[in-house]
T-cell receptor
Framework: GESVGLHLPTLSVQEGDNSIINCAYS??????FIWYKQESGKGPQFIID?????DKRQGQRVTVLLNKTVKHLSLQIAATQPGDSAVYFC???????????FGKGTKLSVKP | ETGVTQSPTHLIKTRGQQVTLRCSSQ?????VSWYQQALGQGPQFIFQ???????GRGNFPPRFSGLQFPNYSSELNVNALELDDSALYLC????????????FGPGTRLTVL
């Protein structure tokens, strides 16, 4: 089955800098990958997804890169703001119907 | 359009008791998935309900069970509570077959003493 894992449990950046959060996956057959943001006391919030036939996808201030050769994806946040402070999870479809496999998460802290 | 709601927000139970958690899906969504999130971990899939039937299950014992109602709302029931069941329980709704677009509720924080 699929497993996903994040490289760093915590990341601290200065406000205005760019942030890069990394994730590795095991199943090369995964059709898509998703990034979620979870703020304290809230459920995960969808940020952006990317299909396996793409290398890059851009959203508002966020970019996801997918490297299928090394089974790695990253989430880049441009001009990081205090409101970006949260735990970020990558997720991929699992084997069971409706199943999403989540990594452990990276806690992003933004210093003013 | 209303989002996913869950009740209660917090709950404290003792070991051996039973608990029922409730979820109302986002307007227009007919599928509900339940996840358990232990402290410091990512959510773990418990099961999914579609057309009032369980149509997918993760690695959780039978004492975790659920229901889905005709209005697509759902319940998660946990019997014989154990200390390790203490976690945030998340409900996510989606349209059938659109796993990528699951919208999560705020969760129910369950503490088992």
């Amino acid at each position: 089955g699929e497993s996903v894992g994040l490289h760093l449990p915590t990341l601290s950046v200065q406000e205005g800098d760019n942030s890069i959060i990394n994730c590795a996956y095991s199943n090369s057959a995964s059709d898509y990958f998703i990034w979620y943001k979870q703020e304290s006391g809230k459920g995960p919030q969808f940020i952006i997804d990317i299909r396996s036939n793409m290398d890059k996808r851009q959203g508002q201030r966020v970019t996801v890169l997918l490297n299928k050769t090394v089974k790695h994806l990253s989430l880049q946040i441009a001009a990081t703001q205090p409101g970006d402070s949260a735990v970020y999870f990558c997720a991929a479809p699992g084997g069971s119907q409706g199943n999403l496999i989540f990594g452990k998460g990276t806690k992003l802290s933004v210093k003013p | 359009e209303t989002g996913v709601t869950q009740s209660p927000t917090h709950l404290i139970k003792t070991r051996g008791q039973q608990v029922t958690l409730r979820c109302s899906s986002q307007s227009g969504h007919n599928t509900v998935s339940w996840y358990q999130q232990a402290l410091g971990q990512g959510p773990q899939f418990i099961f999914q309900y579609y057309r009032e039937e369980e149509n997918g299950r993760g690695n959780f014992p039978p004492r975790f069970s659920g229901l889905q109602f005709p209005n697509y709302s759902s319940e998660l029931n946990v019997n014989a509570l154990e200390l390790d069941d203490s976690a945030l329980y998340l409900c996510a709704s989606s349209l059938a077959g659109v796993v990528a677009e699951q919208f999560f509720g705020p969760g129910t924080r369950l503490t088992v003493l």
